[in-house]
């Protein structure tokens, strides 16, 4: 009798820490929505730092460079370096605009061919936006858009160097860590600071292997289009390397917006389009579907379907940025709910194959120093 009152009050004990838990979650995506603009700035920060520790304590060991001084040099190489693409990039996209008439003569005969296969009305004394606007009503679609990229390149400029400022600031707190764990968590320090090493670790080297895949793509597509006469090679080869790090959607997005503008350069020279279509198709599939899951291994394996589940969720949350965050945020989550007793088998249901993720190391390396 005792053991079956046991037995009903861990179910209902369960019942009510997991409706707990599902409170707890949608509450939390709420303030994370709400909060986005605090949120969002702190979470890249703590990303940028995880990949940037591993440098900062070879060049403060072996080089002997204080703390400090190496994690500012560290922060302030980074965002020089992301001022000056931001810089070129800015040239580039002002180069299409002031091109933009020979583009729009182009994009309007493959218009017109459209429009006379679909039987889509065209008058010839309007411009292609005049006609586009009438025909498929898109001028309320283009407005908004305007509105969207002008607010996020502005959004952009004012956390730049808040990021870099709060990364600054997380670096040099790191150095303190190890001591502040042991002295706050006395009874479960080994526990926490396993957890911390997983986090740290998985996320750094997701970020990293994203970072040259997507550096080796980016390159190769800008190259590519440089050979082949191409307008704006940079414009594409960063395309191609900041949407390879949203997983499935980026790189056909990436692939897609290139193809559309290669024909319309290219029109009616369809072998070029068709070449360009052809080797970005083929420089994704071989780096991100082959090249970069026999480097990551199985140690990040995180469901298809999770991962889909996890672009929409961020997306709508945090927008671009949170579709970026998406895998290494689903990562954190995974390595949380393997060190909880009660959430083991949520961490199961969020990975792939368990029969193929390998054991759990009993002591992790000293990456908090």
Known sequence: MDDTENLNQKTTSNRIFYLVLFLAVVLAGFLCKTMSNVLIPVVLSFMLSFVFLPIIKKLNVKTGIPWVISSLIIVILFFIILLGITSILVTSLTGIISEFPKYETRFMSIYQLIADNLGIEIDNTKSLF??????????????????????GVISFSKTLFLIALMTAFILLEMRLTKRKMHYAFKDNRAK???????????????????????????????????????????????????????????????VGLTTIFSLIQFYPNWGKTLFIFLFMLTVNMVLGNILEPRIEGKNLGISPVIILISLSLWGYIWGFTGMLLAVPLMVI??????????????AILIGNDPRQSPPQQTEESNTIN
């Not at 600071?193 to 998985?202: A, C, E, V, W």
């Not at 080796?216 to 590519?224: K, N, R």
């Open 130 to 151: 005049q006609n586009l606007w009438t025909s498929l009503k898109v001028r309320e679609y283009t407005q908004k858009l305007a509105v969207s990229l002008s607010s």
């Open 192 to 254: 926490i600071t396993r957890i911390s090493n997983q986090i740290i670790n998985q996320t750094m080297r997701y970020i990293s292997i994203k970072f040259f895949i997507s550096l080796a793509t980016g390159v190769l597509c800008g190259i590519t289009s440089l050979i082949i006469g191409l307008d704006f090679p940079i414009v594409w080869g960063f395309l191609a390397f900041i949407m390879n790090f949203i997983p499935i959607f980026g790189s056909i997005i990436s």
């Open 333 to 346: 989550i995974k390595i949380v709910c393997e060190n909880i007793e009660y959430l083991k088998g949520l």
